[in-house]
C-alpha cells in the first residue's frame, strides 16, 4: 500500500503541482476562448462571447399586452421597469398604463 501521496514529503508539492498545473489549464482555456470569439460574429448587443453576454433582450411587445391582460383581470404585473420605458415612448395609450403599473408598485424609472 502506498500512503506516499496523503502524508509522504512530496504530498504538498503534488497538491500544488496540481494546482498549478490545472490554473494554468484554465487560463490557456480562457485564452482559446477569447481568441474564438475574434473569429465568431458579434451578437446584436455588441457582445463577441455568448458565455458572457449578460444584456437583457430589448422588451417585446408581449410585455406591454400581457400587462393589458392582467390589468383588465384585475392584477398588478410586475414592473418591468425597462419595458416600461419603452412602453412611455411608445404612445399615450401605453404610457397610461406604464403610469399605472409605476404608481402601483412605487416605481420611479
Ligand atoms: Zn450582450
Redesign the pocket.
Known amino acids: 500500500m502506498n500512503n506516499r501521496k496523503e502524508v509522504g514529503p512530496d504530498a504538498d508539492n503534488d497538491a500544488e503541482a496540481y494546482t498549478r498545473q490545472c490554473a494554468y489549464e484554465y487560463i490557456e482555456g480562457l485564452g482559446r476562448r477569447r481568441e474564438a470569439t475574434y473569429r465568431v460574429p458579434p ?1 446584436e ?3 463577441r462571447d455568448p458565455w458572457c ?3 437583457k433582450p430589448r422588451p417585446t411587445k408581449g410585455y406591454a399586452l400581457a400587462v393589458e391582460h392582467l390589468l383588465a383581470a384585475g392584477l398588478s404585473p410586475w414592473p418591468d421597469v425597462q419595458a416600461l420605458r419603452e412602453m412611455w415612448r411608445a404612445d399615450d395609450r401605453q404610457r397610461r398604463i406604464a403610469r399605472t403599473i409605476a404608481e402601483r408598485w412605487e416605481v420611479a424609472a
Open positions: 451578437l448587443c455588441g457582445c453576454h449578460r444584456c
